[in-house]
């Protein structure tokens, strides 16, 4: 079967790192994306991934290595605003997203 | 952002009544999607659309039906709603199938069946 795994929760204190970790199982690859999604609302696009290696935009980094199936979302100089889930999601073999259950992450001040 | 709404945003009703929710688009993409969210799972697809009058079955299904007659309108229909289909229904948009593109999601649709 395919599967997606993620941390169900993570809790990082204001202005610190944190790194969102995603193992996936999945009948093909054709890339991986990060959504955010805040309580109660639709989930936005973050980052996407297809190639090896680590793609930065902002304060957000995310990194892929298709050979371990694993990726990671960074999250540096964390805000208040940060506060939401991250959704990991692998387009599989026939290019449906298999998304995880996602990674609910609690910002402390 | 995307122009995406949805209708009716919240829904209460009885089992074994049909609801229809539905989806509006104005970026004039070809994909469309539903999809529906509970806590502990991820995201998990019920039907998607590649055309007017095209669709397919998702991985949850089972229950559902939908129609696409216009781009910009995709409805998804429960013939007679129960319990276990009490969740959020999103719909999300992209311009293709292709892997690289992202979908865009609508605000969400809560259903609740007593």
């Known amino acids: 079967g395919q599967n997606i795994d993620q941390p169900t929760e993570m809790t990082a204190t204001e202005g610190a790192i944190v790194q969102i970790n995603c193992t996936y199982q999945t009948s093909g690859f054709n890339g991986l994306f990060w959504y955010q999604q805040h309580a109660g609302e639709a989930p936005t696009f973050l980052s996407y991934?297809?190639l090896d290696g680590l793609e930065e935009k902002g304060r957000f980094s995310s990194f892929l290595s298709r050979s371990k199936g694993y990726s990671y979302l960074l999250l540096k100089e964390l805000q208040m605003k940060d506060s939401a889930s991250y959704l990991c999601?692998?387009?599989?073999?026939?290019?449906?997203?298999?998304w995880g259950a996602g990674t609910k992450l609690i910002i402390k001040p | 952002d995307a122009g995406i709404t949805q209708s009716p945003r919240h829904k209460v009703t009885e089992t074994g009544t049909p609801v229809t929710l539905r989806c509006h688009q104005t970026e004039n993409h070809r994909y469309m999607y539903w999809y529906r969210q509970d806590p502990g799972h991820g995201l998990r697809l019920i039907h998607y659309?590649?055309?007017?009058?095209?669709?397919d079955k998702g991985e949850v299904s089972d229950g559902y039906s939908v129609s696409r007659s216009k781009t910009e309108d995709f409805l998804l229909t429960l013939e007679s709603a129960t319990s276990s289909q009490t969740s959020v229904y999103f719909c999300?948009?992209?311009?293709?199938?292709?892997?690289?593109?992202?979908?865009?999601f609508g605000p969400g649709t809560r259903l609740t069946v007593l």
């Open positions: 999300a948009i992209s311009e293709s199938g292709d892997s690289y593109n992202e979908q865009f």
């Open positions: 999601a692998v387009v599989d073999s026939n290019y449906q997203l298999i």
């Open positions: 659309s590649y055309g007017v009058k095209d669709t």
């Open positions: 991934n297809v």
